[in-house]
């Protein structure tokens, strides 16, 4: 280990080649070295680099690659959160906000989440470190470490699948997102007009107890009933249906009758997962369906947007310039299923442009 300046240290990235590799940001030199004792006790992890300010890190980060960044927001040197941009834009790291502020569902922590963090943890008085705290931190650090392992994106060109403009009716909109699709879906549904009023159907990838805050934070912005779907709800047009935690979202009955069915399998999947949802809206929607792939980190919902294409609906995929993470459109992207490859908003107008649902057309006749 050596030391560049006062408040960063550069540990050897090798020391141990199969742990994470954790970068950490946090002003106080006594919380980063409790948590370099914490994490020190598991093989799981190395911390590569402990830094006091956000600009140390980035330093660090431009030259060397890390698993996950831990991050403070209040700092003398600036606010955390300010400097998530930068981080994304430097690093494919995931952020693990880590802060007093940090409290579920308060303010700051739907302000990280929003802004691309993967996960917030509320940090504890200085001597309430150990045991339930160190526990939790170990979990949340594991399961960021498994979505990184198993969310590669292959490279590859991108090509685009023809559109069928013969084909311009849309009876539901399903939307699959994970890191940045929060904002994404913001821009989505601020484009979105009002006579697209078909059933919506939402996954994001999010800890459970976020949940209740996006339908409130959705159901303020839109026009139309947010819910967090249950199993046996009416899909109703005019309604946006999101994912609980308990289970993936899926579509049950036929006809008009159609119902919400939450499966509570997980098959090695996230808990709820965009794949399972499309493959659904794909059964019983067929060509009218539309899926929309927005920023995430990995490949959910590459499987269930094939389904939806072998079936005639389309497919629309966020770009890389607004994304936090070109992983999940990305994807689908480079294995032509993507019908367009556009910013949230311009998908939003497109399909407000392009499209007529089977309601306005009853009502035309």
Known sequence: MHHDRQGFSDRNPEDNSESLKIVLIDDSNVVRAVLERILSASPKFTVVASAASAQ????????????????????????????????????????????SLAEPGGVAAVRALTLGACDTLAKPGRSSFGGQFATILHDKLVGLGRSVARELVPAGPVIMRDYDYSNNV??????????GGI???????????????????????????????LVSQLGEIVSRKVFLAQDGQRCEHGCIYIAPSSGHLQIAGSGKDKKIHICPETNGRYMPSVDPMFSSVAKHYGKNAIAIVLSGMGRDGLLGTEEIAERGGHVYAQDPASSVVWGMPG??????????ILPPADIGQHISHHYVTSKSLESAA
């Open 183 to 213: 904002p994404a879906m913001q821009e989505f549904f601020a484009a979105l007009d009002a006579h697209i009023d078909v059933p919506i159907f939402l996954t994001q990838h999010l800890p459970a107890s976020f949940l209740p805050f």
């Open 56 to 99: 140390d890190a980035m330093a660090y980060l431009a030259k060397n690659e890390a698993d996950i960044i831990i991050l403070d927001i209040e700092m003398p040197t600036g606010n955390g959160l300010d400097a998530m941009p930068e981080l994304l834009a430097i690093s494919d790291a995931r952020i693990l906000v880590l802060s």
């Open 331 to 340: 994807v689908v992207s480079r294995s032509g299923l993507a019908s367009a």
């Open 170 to 179: 849309v009876n539901c909109i399903a939307i699959g997102s994970s890191t």
